[in-house]
């Protein structure tokens, strides 16, 4: 028999994914520890470590590696990311309603795409 593990939402939890939702930044673990310890001082860094990785394992928020460090975003379907990988800077795009994701064998519900490069401004410091 397969037993699932129920999801508590905590205080933490909810703030964790309240300051997400309200900031397009992609922020580290350590930028979302110091926003949400003004709310609740005793969070530990370990503790919102945790809540995030467990967040996305469960794809409620999408955790993005840059420059070896992982930046994490509560927008999790239908936008694209473009990442610099001089600089590091993320831009999201949304995609153009036109593209066809409907595949035969496949019924597409969300989707999330990442694309690597340079920015322009990183692209004129080569030069």
Do not use: W
């Not at 930044?25 to 470590?49: C, D, F, R």
């Not at 070896?68 to 949304?94: M, P, Q, V, W």
Request: glycine share 4%.
């Amino acid at each position: 028999m397969i037993t699932t593990k129920k999801k508590r939402n905590t205080l933490q939890k909810t703030k964790i994914l309240e300051y997400l939702h309200s900031v397009h930044t992609h922020p580290t673990a350590e930028v979302v520890y110091e926003n949400i310890k003004k709310k609740i001082p005793m969070i530990s860094l370990g503790t919102v470590y945790r809540i995030l990785n467990a967040l996305a394992d469960d794809n409620e928020i999408i955790k993005l590696e840059v420059n070896g460090e992982f930046r994490y975003d509560a927008n999790n379907c239908g936008h694209i990311h473009l990442i610099c990988t001089k600089c590091g800077i993320i831009s999201d795009r949304e995609m153009n309603k036109k593209l066809d994701l409907n595949f035969s064998d496949f019924s597409v519900h969300c989707f999330s795409l990442i694309i690597k490069g340079t920015c322009k401004k990183c692209s004129r410091r080569v030069k």
